[in-house]
């Protein structure tokens, strides 16, 4: 089992910034691949970013490309999503999610947190 907790989630207004983290424990950490999903009121949840187990390989969806990043400390158990330019739309539950493999994933994840709001007024 992964246990996953995110944090930093909060009230901003649109074009601000916000870091979300995302602790894991339970298991080797370098063998997980980790993503961020959203998931807005009323909507599916959403893939927004992922990295694989060393972070030299990321992948982001199109909403969220060139104003996300996703990395992670290895040495922290940590992965973080730095997000830039927020929009009133970024606005939902923000989701951390692991899987087991080495490469970067944007989808079959395993373990899940718990989520954290995000809300950006405009």
């Known amino acids: 089992q992964v246990q996953l907790v995110e944090s930093g989630g909060g009230l901003v207004q649109a074009g601000s910034s916000l870091r979300l983290s995302c602790a894991a424990s339970?298991?080797?950490?370098?063998?997980?691949?980790m993503a961020w999903f959203r998931q807005a009121p009323g909507k599916e949840r959403e893939f927004a970013a992922a990295?694989?187990?060393?972070?030299?390989?990321?992948r982001y969806a199109d909403s969220v490309k060139g104003r996300f990043t996703i990395s992670r400390n290895n040495a922290k158990n940590t992965v973080y999503l730095e997000m830039n330019s927020l929009k009133p739309e970024d606005t939902a539950v923000y989701y951390c999610?692991?899987?087991?493999?080495?490469?970067?994933?944007?989808?079959?994840?395993?373990?899940w947190g718990q989520g954290t709001q995000v809300t950006v007024s405009s």
């Open positions: 990295t694989s187990w060393s972070g030299g390989s990321t």
């Open positions: 339970g298991r080797t950490f370098i063998d997980y691949a």
């Open positions: 999610a692991a899987r087991k493999g080495y490469n970067v994933y944007v989808g079959s994840y395993d373990y």
